[in-house]
Nanobody, 117 residues
Framework: QVQLVESGGGSAQAGGSLKLSCVAS????????MGWYRQAPGKQRESVAT???????NYGESVQGRFTISRDNAKNTVYLQMNSLKPEDSAVYYC???????????WGQGTQVTVSS
């Protein structure tokens, strides 16, 4: 069992920056892939960025070059640095984690990001 808590959301102007954090607790020794997903009203949830336990990353095409995912295994925390924000980045951002055991994914409660033009 893993619990995820996101923080760092808020409002920003286009071109600005925000940094999201996600702290994991519970069976943290089994954390495998962690990632950030987002969902805007009326749209499908999409992958923003993922990172493996070893630090290998993948990014969604729409955020490539603007967002950076990182993790601090000692702190059981994953981060999403968001730069050059665009209005279309506005969404609820969710932290997700997959373990080395089991098949389910774990999700945080989400944090709202709003970007104004």
């Amino acid at each position: 069992q893993v619990q995820l808590v996101e923080s760092g959301g808020g409002s920003a102007q286009a071109g600005g920056s925000l940094k999201l954090s996600c702290v994991a607790s519970g069976r943290i020794s089994y954390l495998n892939v962690m990632g950030w997903y987002r969902q805007a009203p009326g749209k499908q949830r999409e992958s923003v960025a993922t990172i493996t336990s070893g630090g290998s990353t993948n990014y969604g095409e729409s955020v490539q070059g603007r967002f950076t995912i990182s993790r601090d295994n000692a702190k059981n925390t994953v981060y999403l640095q968001m730069n050059s924000l665009k209005p279309e980045d506005s969404a609820v951002y969710y932290c997700s984690a997959r373990l080395f055991i089991g098949r389910r994914d774990y999700w945080g409660q989400g944090t709202q990001v709003t970007v104004s033009s």
